[in-house]
């Protein structure tokens, strides 16, 4: 009997596999990747864990999709609606168990392996919720968790024998305290953060990306400078980020494209910063004048900055740094 095991790198998703693992049923790894996830982190040990290693670590084949298109329509406009941040959640689930259900007639397998509990997260580990999503993706019966299967009716693999139901477990609710007891006793010692791994349920990353939709539209480009810098909303047609150490100063010039604007201390260490947008005079000087706030000013009342709109030549000027209370009615 052979199945398909979404994992993500996480914690409940190695439980859950490993489970299935150990009671004899072949399984193909699933995992989809977007550019909201979290999935290659820092586990406990230090080390970067992730979908491959758990696969890697019980030689299982591994299929990785990338649903980056599907999964930006989504977040533009879920059909179910956004959680408490901007995590279309339950949209999520229904494009990842339509995902597994293409894979699984692919790979002749017969159901799906998921390490939900039952509870735990509110907006799509619902009963009810599970079943709205095990429907709209034609998977209904067919999904085992086997973290919360003693808790739920039984599916259709442990109704045919597929699958022992009294080797699974009853976990429910938000507590962690039994997984992490189980990974120990499963000899599981090297995980990530066992809670959430999507940046659309940070608080900070979901208003910034709510700025990025109403003024600019959501695209793949503007989510990936949206992970980086102290974000300025200056006008409707104006945007800066300003670099907060060596590592985002130098992604944000591999980031700019023609007709960006880049600016930088000329003669003291200071951040880089990425404008976007129409920056006139007026503009151009008040975002330098962000920059000397940043920059090292060593007594000095004001910073040299150099800036630039890309691919044209360096301009310099003299900025005194903005007020605190003005930064922070612009930031984002």
């Not at 993500?8 to 693992?21: E, K």
């Not at 808790?151 to 997984?179: A, F, H």
């Not at 000087?285 to 890309?310: E, H, M, P």
Request: hydrophobic share 40%; proline share 4%; glycine share 10%.
């Amino acid at each position: 009997m052979k199945a398909i095991t979404l994992i993500s790198g996480g914690l409940d998703s190695t439980l859950a596999t490993t489970l299935i693992y150990d009671l004899g049923i072949e399984l193909v790894a699933l995992n989809t990747v977007s550019p909201f996830c979290l999935c290659n982190r820092r586990s406990s040990g230090g080390s970067l864990c992730g979908a491959a290693g758990v696969a890697r670590e019980l030689n299982l084949k591994l299929i990785s999709l990338n649903v980056t298109d599907e999964f930006l329509k989504i977040v533009n406009k879920p059909k179910h609606g956004y959680g408490s941040n901007m995590n279309p959640c339950i949209d999520c689930r229904i494009l990842l168990f339509k995902k597994a259900k293409e894979v699984m007639l692919k790979e002749g397998a017969s159901f799906v392996i998921t390490g939900e509990v039952l509870g735990q997260r509110p907006m799509s580990q619902k009963l009810n919720t599970m079943r709205l999503i095990e429907r709209e993706s034609g998977l209904e019966g067919l999904v085992v968790r086997p973290l919360s299967a003693k808790v739920l009716d039984p599916t259709i693999p442990e109704q045919q024998g597929w699958i022992d139901r009294e080797k699974l477990l009853s976990i429910n609710g938000r507590g962690r305290t039994s997984q992490i007891a189980l990974a120990r006793e499963l000899g599981i010692n090297d995980y990530p953060c066992p809670s959430g791994g999507c940046l659309l349920t940070d608080p900070e990353f979901s208003k910034r990306l709510r700025d990025l939709m109403k003024h600019e539209g959501l695209n793949l480009e503007g989510v990936g400078l949206l992970k980086i810098g102290r974000h300025f909303r200056l006008t409707d047609t104006a945007k800066l980020v300003v670099g907060r150490n060596e590592q985002e100063n130098q992604r944000l010039l591999d980031l700019a494209r023609n007709d960006d604007y880049l600016f930088m201390p000329s003669t003291i260490a200071g951040p880089t910063a990425l404008g976007k947008g129409i920056f006139s005079d007026d503009l151009m000087q008040f975002a330098c004048g962000i920059i000397s706030r940043y920059s090292d000013l060593n007594g000095s009342k004001q910073a040299g900055i150099t800036y630039r709109r890309v691919p044209e030549a360096e301009r310099f000027l003299e900025a005194l740094p903005i007020e605190e209370n003005k930064l922070m009615a612009l930031r984002v």
